[in-house]
């Protein structure tokens, strides 16, 4: 049951600590709502930690208020409230983030995840929103809570950002809204935009390259994937950041339903990214299957190696879910 964000306004109100979570490997999302909240709630006059277990990617370094970003110290944060923001899973967190609020017993859960399954205290799951950003914005204006420039800054990345610059099939008339409203109150759209999209380290287009090489497309032109091993990523001196949204660069090949994204991660873990481009295809319902989840036309999975025999399995599922078209 979702709670209301009357209820949420009266748990913000109340409380006087918080710590604000977001999920591994972060994206826009992830820490743009970490900094539209925590930076309201400071303008409310709360104590606010800002927790990621990757820290901050050098992709978004250029975001307002990205500097209070902190990896989990060890001594536990003593907080009367811990707010997970965008991350489907618990463990999603990261081990680091949950062991130092391990003390704190009262959490509130606000993501766009359909595979969200609630594990606050309080929760607000809203997979009719495209991007957590979203939600927030809608509370933050709702309960009439203050709205910094770092907070109205920190939304537009969150959005802008999940739905691939205002253009996937979750925007809506209200993220359009929300938008315009952003720029009334002030915000730089050529500015943040260029931060945002034109500022590339050669590196991501090192790794583009790599990327295309190990392209593949198969199952009547309907699936295209890339791959990326730990020897490219020692090779080209990679950070996890680098392959942010190139994924969008096969999603977008003509005839493609599926694309996928395979890379070793230094776990001996295989990360999948799945982007769907037909509804009746749910990468979510798929990445469940191995333990991921996500939304229906993007979802993501952490499973074991070898990356050949995760490849195998994930594109015979793939193709199982592509059937049904036939
Ligand atoms: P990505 O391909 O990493 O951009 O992820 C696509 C979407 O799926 C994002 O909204 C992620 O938060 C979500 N996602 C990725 N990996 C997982 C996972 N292992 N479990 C649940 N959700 C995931
Ligand atoms: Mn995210
Ligand atoms: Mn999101």
């Known amino acids: 049951m979702n709670a209301t964000f009357q209820e949420i306004g009266a748990c913000l109100e109340e409380a006087e600590s918080f ?15 970490q900094i539209a909240l925590g930076f309201a709630l400071e303008a409310m006059g709360k104590k606010v930690r800002l927790i990621n277990e ?43 983030a949950l062991a130092c609020v391990e003390g704190c017993k009262r959490w509130i859960n606000i993501d766009h995840h359909k595979s969200n399954p609630g594990y606050g205290d309080l929760n607000h799951i809203d997979d009719g929103s495209p991007a957590t950003g979203q939600i927030l914005y809608d509370l933050i204006t709702e309960l009439s809570l203050p709205m910094p420039p770092e907070t109205r800054d920190a939304i537009y990345v969150a959005v802008s950002t ?16 929300m938008a315009a409203d952003l720029v009334r109150r002030g915000l730089d759209v050529g500015g943040i935009n260029a ?67 395979f890379e070793e991660l230094d776990t001996g873990k295989i990360r999948v990214s799945m982007r769907s481009k037909d509804k009746r295809v749910d990468a979510c319902k798929v990445c ?39």
């Open 162 to 177: 999940d739905t691939g610059s205002f253009q996937y099939s979750g925007t809506t008339v209200d993220t359009y809204e």
């Open 288 to 326: 469940q299957q191995f333990g991921g989840g996500g939304h229906s036309l993007a979802a993501g999975i952490r499973m074991p190696g070898p990356i050949d025999e995760a490849r195998r399995q994930v594109i015979a599922a793939v193709n199982e879910e592509l059937s049904q078209l036939d």
């Open 19 to 33: 710590a604000l979570l977001s999920h591994v490997r972060p994206d826009g999302d992830a820490i743009g709502s």
């Open 195 to 261: 931060l945002t999209y034109d500022n590339h380290p050669m590196r991501r287009v090192e790794l583009m390259r790599a990327l295309l090489n190990t392209l593949e497309v198969e199952s009547e032109g309907r699936v295209a994937h890339w791959q990326l091993t730990m020897d490219a990523v020692r090779g080209l001196g990679l950070k996890p950041e680098d392959s942010e949204g190139l994924i969008d660069i096969i999603r977008a090949i003509q005839g493609v339903i599926v694309a996928l994204f």
């Open 54 to 96: 990757d820290g901050l990617p050098d992709n978004l370094a250029f975001m307002a208020g990205g500097d209070r970003i902190e990896t989990p110290p060890e001594a536990p944060v003593e907080v009367d409230v811990v707010i997970a923001l965008d991350t489907a899973t618990k463990p999603r967190l990261g081990d680091k």
